[in-house]
């Protein structure tokens, strides 16, 4: 969780207006920018984001680092397109309002959304770039857009200039049917160099694989962000208990295949549990999020149907982890499920308490109105003793096997 | 060994005058213009190991001489004199600014600023010279910030070891962390005790 004062750069001139990302370029943009805010206040609350645009009448800093959220996502709202993209002064721009951060302790970072071509040659942007690096303030690129010669290759130089020890990236999004955002959620401009806001990042990668469009589980976050958030944080908690079941339920199987006794009725219910698990614990397998998608969606729509010819492929992956588990646990769960089904667990205690006659004769003492010296009594506690004594037997022989494992 | 002393070495020690490095809050020094980040840390040590700098020294960007080094203190010190080891082959530093009790230094604000002092150094290999501070301005420092501007003409700037000598009071200096100021203060928006029975301000 780095302490981190961020200023991000947007692009707003007119080569926004182009529709090849959608809905415009701007428009992603945008929702790339709330969502970067989002992810560095969470992964630090003392995190602050500020906002300017480099195009328009001029550079202009709409929004000083601040940790209001609601205040960045306002400032996205009703800005304009139009005029053209002075890079060079932006980024001294942002390098300014850095430096009078209020919390002299964060990191300075610069992330500049490059999205119309880069008219300043390359001397200008390295030796930007070495003035940068120089006081210690990382800068993320994010090319997209026209695509001019000799514009990668300018960022690329900058990059260089600017990376001290790989704080500093580039990322190149191309246009096409992915959104600006899913790209950007899965590099380390995101994922902040592997911590961070892994954990949001993940989420919503997983919830936009799952097939859902637009916004994660049909909440727009802009709308309502808490809502969104529980929902984020509940479908995690109930994924990661299906996944613990899962594991339970694979165990329990391999045992099956040893030969241990096993209703078959529970083994139904916790397939059609496992293969609920499956599903999410297919999509953390897969790496590639765009290209599954389809398979994705067909084993989904198999397992809505409760097709247990299908489930049982995707259930061997698990089982075959959990058939290698450890035969300990097995044989405990074998033993406390058949001791579950004799119900001696509750009676093992009584017994034994029972069977402590000195203690039976100090209560039966204090009682009114018995005399332990008594014969009926007596023969009472003697039969009683004979009992647990048989019962005591029995549970020592389970307590060696327990402990022989 | 000769030193700027005007006493042998023997008799009197140095390196327990030179004993500030203990007082430094290592991990929070930072350089700025440092080609590795985090090297700075290895220039603090004892006099006697001022000139073993195996475990890597401070070197400035390839190019660019400048180096900005920032040493916050576990103790409000008294600085009486400084001493740097340079590297060889004009990468020595030539200059050297300081500032005290300031954070978040960069490099425009040192070439703006006035600094509470500045010394011309000289090229120090065997770490004998000693720059002496006017120490009525040295008395409570909770920090030192150190500019070296320029070299003695190498491509960039080596520090093997900074010495300080001075005494450690036991004492911190008080810092407000955050102060928020307020454009146009309301004394109703701030409610104190007094306010709610008793006391002889009443405010509307």
Known sequence: MVLEATMICVDNSEWMRNGDYSPTRFQAQADAVNLICGAKTQSNPENTVGVLTMAGKGVRVLVTPTSDLGKILACMHGLEVGGECNLAAGIQVAQLALKHRQNKKQQQRIIVFVGSPVKYDKKVLEMIGRKLKKNSVALDIVNFGEEDEGKSEKLEALLAAVNNNDSSHIVHVPSGSNALSDVLISTPIFTGDGEGGSGFAAAAAAAAAGGVSGFDFGVDPNLDPELALALRVSMEEERARQEAAAKKAAEEASKQEKGGEQPSASQDATMTENVSAAAPGAEDKTSDLMDDENALLQQALAMSMDDPAASVVTRDTDMSEAAAEDQDLALALQLSVQEGSKDQASQTDMSQLLADQSFVSSILASLPGVDPNDPSVKDLLASMQSQSESEKKDDEDKAPKEDSK | ?204
């Open chain 2, 1 to 204: 060994m000769a030193c700027v002393h005007d006493h042998s070495c023997e008799d009197h020690d140095c390196s327990s005058d030179f004993s500030l490095y203990k007082h430094v809050d290592l991990s929070k020094v930072s350089a700025l213009n440092e080609a590795i980040p985090g090297s700075v840390k290895s220039v603090f040590r004892s006099w006697e190991q001022r000139l073993n700098s195996s475990e890597g020294h401070l070197e400035s960007n390839e190019g660019d001489p400048e180096l900005l080094v920032f040493i916050p203190f576990t103790s409000d010190v008294k600085i009486k004199s400084i001493s740097v080891v340079g590297g060889a082959d004009g990468t020595s530093p030539s200059k050297m600014r300081a500032f005290i009790n300031r954070e978040g230094i960069d490099f425009s604000d040192a070439q703006n600023m006035q600094p509470i002092q500045e010394w011309d150094l000289a090229e120090n290999l065997q770490g004998v010279l000693e720059y002496q501070t006017k120490y009525s301005r040295f008395q409570g420092v909770g920090n030192l910030t150190l500019h070296f501007p320029d070299n003695f003409g190498g491509d960039a700037t080596q520090i093997h070891y900074i010495g300080l000598k001075g005494e450690a009071t036991q004492l911190k200096r008080d810092v407000v962390a955050t102060i928020v100021y307020e454009i146009m203060p309301n004394p109703s928006d701030h409610k104190t005790k007094a306010d709610g029975g008793g006391g002889l301000s009443h405010v509307e």
